[in-house]
């Protein structure tokens, strides 16, 4: 069946969606309702897209499972990496826990891909800013770091920048290459913010890779949906 398949990949885009989610500046936070409006639709992608709406789980508490990425991340010489462990922090959706409204959704061009996972976060004052602040940091400072799928096997998972241009009120593009026993993928994610609202789209695909003009016009659309929704 496809089915388990299909999910472990939306499990792997929501994690590297959740990485990117923490960001604010002027402007309102979205509400709930407005979230839900913003989210793509199959109406925005090339026909045959379906959109499948992905319900999250509340934030964990700040000190949930805080020992859990001192078994995961790590240098050259196998010594503990703070940067890579503020990453896992973000996979754990531990850096999400100040997010005042979420929603996601995950856009499938085909059963075995390409899909587009996007998360819509709001925040309020200006604990995102130092989040996101410190996730850039982050990202530019671990090189790669491991984690374990839910069969328990290991992933490596290479960060680097992304080509992207800049939308919203900021953009912060990477690529993560992940690889394990049988496959080895790459994952472009961007991030955009506008006002206190943080964008995030990534993609992944078992067969085609999406075009790079497609995420870019995905991320166009995602942004102006959003601005209508601030009015």
Request: glycine fraction near 10%; proline fraction near 3%.
């Amino acid at each position: 069946m496809l089915v388990p398949m299909r999910s472990y990949w939306v499990t792997l885009l929501s994690v590297s969606a959740l990485v990117l989610s923490g960001c604010s500046g002027g402007g309102s936070p979205l509400t709930d309702a407005h979230i839900q409006k913003a989210l793509l639709t199959a109406d925005q992608m090339p026909k045959g897209w379906t959109a499948e709406s992905v319900e999250l789980d509340d934030a964990p508490e700040e000190d949930a499972d805080e020992d859990a990425a001192d078994e995961h991340g790590g240098d050259e010489h196998g010594g503990k990496n703070e940067e890579c462990e503020t990453l896992l922090d973000a996979i754990n959706e531990r850096s999400s826990k100040k997010a005042v409204g979420r929603g996601q959704v995950v856009l499938a061009g085909a059963e075995l891909g390409p899909f587009i996972t996007q998360t819509i976060s709001s925040f309020k004052g200006s604990a995102a800013e130092d989040s996101v602040s410190d996730f850039e940091s982050a990202f530019k400072k671990c090189g790669s770091f491991e984690d374990t799928d839910d069969p328990g096997g290991q992933i490596t998972y290479k960060v680097g920048e992304l080509d992207f241009p800049q939308l919203g009120d900021e953009t912060v593009a990477l690529n993560i290459v992940t690889g394990s026993q049988l496959v080895t993928l790459e994952m472009p994610i961007v991030m955009i913010r506008v006002g206190k609202n943080v964008i995030t789209l990534s993609s992944i695909s078992m067969e085609d890779k999406l075009e790079d003009d497609l995420f870019e016009k995905t991320a166009r659309t995602a942004v102006k949906r959003v601005e209508d929704q601030l009015g």
